[in-house]
């Protein structure tokens, strides 16, 4: 069982009549699962990452999975995922006609979750969860990113994306913003607030009077 990959995981539970008790167990168990792997077997490995650039695993809410699709709401195309810890994002953004939607997760456990729920939401195979490093992850061709990560990681990863992404590309950050960027929207209040940005402004010159001014979501 140690060799199976996250199909092979999910093909036998598929094979097996579990009942709502027996799903409530698993879901139960996994959220302990992830956490003892996180603390116990993970840990070690993912010292080779710099310590600025760890982020903990902590699950958006339900109101910031609101938040960030409100800022997407109009927006068509792909979607990325980075960081996509349990899934939920890229599960939510598929159920509103984003496609395809892919999460980047570093964490073997969190993608091995992520494909459950994605399974136990009817909707494995339809939507895409990778376990990769997301400063390798190729962003020439995303029209949509989300991303719930640490200011460290973010001020790094704004020059990635200035780079790669395309100027019609949307950027929307949760619970934490980009601090050099201009959002165009705010959603939100608090550690539910939310923030999207376009890129061609953020690649505008400093200073130019197109730059997206910062406003308020309308109730």
Known sequence: MEDDSPEEFLAEFKEKNL???????????????????WAGLLMPG??????????????????QVQNVMKLLSGRKGNLVDLGSGDGRIVLEAHKLGFGPTVGY??????????????????????????????????????KNVTVFLAPSVLSLLQEKMENELPDDAMVVAGRFPFTEWTPCRIEGDGVDRA????????????????????EESPV
């Open 19 to 37: 009942g709502v008790w027996g799903i409530a167990q698993i879901a139960a168990g996994s959220g302990l699962a992830v956490y003892t792997m």
């Open 46 to 63: 993912f010292r080779k990452v710099p310590l600025r650039l760890q982020v903990p695993y902590l699950p958006a809410s339900r109101i």
């Open 105 to 142: 997760e570093l964490n073997p456990w969190l993608v091995l979750l992520a494909n459950f729920h994605a399974w136990r939401a009817g909707d494995y195979g339809k939507v895409s969860y990778q376990r990769d490093d997301l400063w390798k992850v190729d962003l020439t061709e995303c």
């Open 195 to 214: 923030w999207s940005y376009t890129m061609l402004a953020q690649k505008r010159p400093a200073g130019s009077n197109l730059l997206a001014e910062p």
